[in-house]
């Protein structure tokens, strides 16, 4: 995750605030912050704003904070502990 997307990251997931205003309280224009958002949305392996959110939240509760500021497997979190393992594992313990 760049500066910028960690930023984006920051303002979004605290606010849950819209491109648009994510972009004036960074300093960016909505253009980029689209393409954050995407990217952050890519790297987690999630499929909308929400997904992100819910398991930013499941990943803070669950003490894994250092894993959300990774942001992705690609640097380093093993695939059985990544977030998005994480998240499905604990909606098939609840089913």
Known sequence: MN???QRV???FIVNGWRNKLIAAEIGKSEGTVK???SRLI???GV???SELIAK???AKIHGLQAMIAAGSQE???SPST???VLVQKEKEAID
């Open 9 to 11: 990251f920051d303002v």
């Open 42 to 44: 890519r790297e987690f």
């Open 3 to 5: 500066r910028g997307e």
């Open 82 to 84: 990544s977030p998005g």
């Open 35 to 37: 393409i954050y958002m």
């Open 56 to 58: 930013t939240l499941w």
């Open 75 to 77: 640097s380093g979190a």
């Open 47 to 49: 499929t909308d704003r």
